[in-house]
């Protein structure tokens, strides 16, 4: 397939674009900033890349649009956002997660939607648009939809812009939900490779925020199989969960990690009592496309944790 990534440049985008490259398809990818690149895989310095500013523009301007429309990508996987949580507001959007996630997800479905040959969609949602989880509760794709975060919330408002232009464009879409993922790679203020961080920088106790939650926590190279895969073999106009699909305690992961790092160091945990996150009901995409999550979680902490043991230096 020829196929191009919006967010390239980001710890998911590069993973995909390794997959990708790997199964002999033709990707091209987008970034905020040729900067954004700079640190990157060889293989994404390497990469054909055009520059979009989701937030600003409906389109690449000049010659990068002309790059994207002689590409004619036959699928474009939509991973551009903005996608820590935190950093989307509390109990409403912040201008800049609006501005990225729903009216960038909007400019990308028009833009495929004008492309003489339409490719298909892969909008890449998430967990949060999911109401409050129950105690132990596995959710599929008919559960209540009801964020309660602003990042929940410009999910849902981008998922409904992925179905009005299934309904107006007659574009093909698909929505991916994934659940909580991690893997070599990851940075920024995420569960694992906070806790890496403090075992590679650090000598006083690590501090971890609770040791007793449940998670749905997947490889991200599982993911972005899952992704390909839909790319393939989904149904226009329909959602599908992509996680794990198991039960984890964080406790038990850390553990991992602790062993493997430093089993000397001390550890406090700030905020502790039980906690439960949602866990995905992966039926639908399995049935669909034979996907299981192949990665086990030990492997994921192990290549994390060799990530940024070697001073970020390792390439994905």
Known sequence: MKAFITGIAG????HLLEHLLACGDEVLGS???PSDAADGSRELRLQALVEWDLANRTSPAGSDRRTLENFAPDCIYHLAAVSVPKQCGDEQPTDEAWAVNVDGTRR???FAASLPSRPRVIVISSSHVYAPPRVGYRVNEAA?????????????AAEQAAWQAVR???LEVIVARAFQHAGPG?????????????FIEGEGPVSVYNLDAFVDL???RDVVRAYRLLAEQG?????YNVGSGSRQRTGDIFAILHQMADPNRDVVETHPGAMHNLIADVARLSGRTGWRPQIPIVRTVSDTFAYWRNGMSARI
């Open 108 to 110: 990308v479905l028009s």
């Open 186 to 198: 990851q940075r920024g203020p995420m569960m694992l490779p906070q806790w890496v961080r403090q």
């Open 235 to 239: 149904i226009s106009g329909v959602a």
């Open 168 to 170: 107006e464009f007659r």
């Open 31 to 33: 970034v905020h900033t």
């Open 144 to 156: 209540r939809l009801e964020p309660t975060t602003g990042y929940g919330q410009t999910k849902l």
């Open 218 to 220: 997947c490889d991200v």
């Open 11 to 14: 710890f998911v985008g590069r």
